[in-house]
């Protein structure tokens, strides 16, 4: 895992927020690999009594967590990682991100 301070982790992805979230996660791949993992990219998987869909191999994640909730602009930290992704998938596409696995 590599980990960054960065404050433009998520001016770098033009998203404006006016309320920072806790964490914002970004999957650094194509669109089509990622549409893939609800194809024959991907695995079954089912926690708590939803179904999702795991990747059968690595994606490079980037996890941006809020360093202070009371500042007065919103500033992260950023770290990269290679894991495995679960999503939510809709008529063969992917809609929600649940998490990534190692």
């Known amino acids: 895992e590599h980990q960054e301070r960065s404050s433009d982790c ?3 992805k033009k998203i404006i927020e006016t309320n920072a979230k806790l964490q ?3 999957i650094i791949n194509s669109k089509n ?4 993992v609800c194809d ?3 695995e079954d998987y089912c926690e708590n009594g939803k179904y999702f869909q795991k990747s059968i191999k690595h994606f490079l ?5 809020l360093k202070n ?3 007065s602009h919103c500033d992260y930290r950023q770290q ?3 894991r495995y992704i679960v999503v939510a998938c809709e008529n063969g596409f992917p809609v929600h ?3 990534g696995l190692i």
């Open 40 to 42: 024959k990219g991907g």
């Open 97 to 99: 991100y649940e998490k």
């Open 24 to 26: 914002n996660t970004f």
């Open 69 to 71: 909730e009371n500042a």
């Open 80 to 82: 990269k990682s290679s």
């Open 33 to 36: 690999s990622i549409k893939y």
């Open 61 to 65: 994640v980037v996890t941006c967590t």
């Open 10 to 12: 998520i001016e770098g």
